[in-house]
């Protein structure tokens, strides 16, 4: 864990990273994938650093100063498409919790003033109702009405104290 001060809490196959194996991050992940998984792009696999579960995180409280959080946003059943296959899917019954326990999680370990990046994809699931679950309001993304379905929001954790304008940095 030493010098690792960032997470990537769902990596999958870290398509979204310029140096995949940056050495201040840490990459977690709830399945293995070999490659051939997919037919359409036989490199692609998914190996965590560690095998977890976004929703219980096994790290103390504020133990990251950036947390990237790019859960699936499909609801669907696994394996049942090229998509789910790889990126995984939302449960039907259980997504909105599922969702708000992996934010809590994500929250819960960024230290004060850390930075946690959403990324969401509103093609199940509009991104209104995904802030209403998620119960935080982002700093900024792309703004409402975007023609564009995938969405990056960021948030930073501000201690409740500093929120009225006033600041110790
Ligand atoms: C949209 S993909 C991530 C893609 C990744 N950002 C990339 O650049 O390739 C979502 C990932 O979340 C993982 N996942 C789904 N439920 C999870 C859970 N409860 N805990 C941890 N990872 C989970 C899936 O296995 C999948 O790899």
Same mark, same amino acid.
């Given at each position: 864990m030493e010098n690792k001060f960032i997470l990537d809490a769902c990596c999958g196959g870290r398509c979204f990273w310029f140096n995949k194996h940056h050495p201040n991050t840490l990459y977690i992940d709830n399945r293995i994938a070999?490659?051939?998984?997919?037919?359409?792009?036989?490199?692609?696999?998914?190996?965590?650093?560690?095998?977890?579960?976004?929703r219980k995180m096994d790290f103390p409280d504020k133990s990251f100063k950036l947390v990237v959080f790019d859960p699936p946003h499909l609801i669907g059943k696994p394996n049942s498409? *090229?998509?789910?296959?790889? !990126? %995984?899917? $939302?449960?039907?019954?259980?997504?909105?919790?599922?969702? /708000? @326990?992996?934010?809590?999680?994500?929250? *819960?370990?960024?230290?004060? !003033? %850390?930075? $946690?990046?959403?990324?969401?994809?509103?093609?199940?699931? /509009? @991104?209104?109702?995904?802030l209403?679950?998620?119960?935080?309001?982002?700093?900024?993304?792309?703004?409402?009405?975007?023609?564009?379905?995938?969405?990056?929001?960021?948030?930073?954790?501000?201690p409740e104290g500093n929120k009225n304008g006033t600041t110790n940095l």
């Open positions: 070999e490659k051939g998984h997919r037919d359409e792009r036989p490199n692609h696999c998914v190996k965590p650093d560690i095998l977890m579960d976004f498409c *090229r998509m789910i296959k790889a !990126y %995984g899917c $939302l449960n039907a019954e259980t997504w909105q919790d599922d969702i /708000k @326990r992996g934010f809590n999680e994500c929250w *819960r370990v960024l230290e004060d !003033y %850390g930075i $946690l990046i959403f990324k969401w994809n509103d093609a199940s699931k /509009k @991104r209104a109702e995904l209403r679950i998620i119960g935080k309001e982002p700093l900024f993304g792309h703004p409402n009405g975007s023609k564009i379905p995938t969405h990056w929001f960021c948030f930073m954790k501000i």
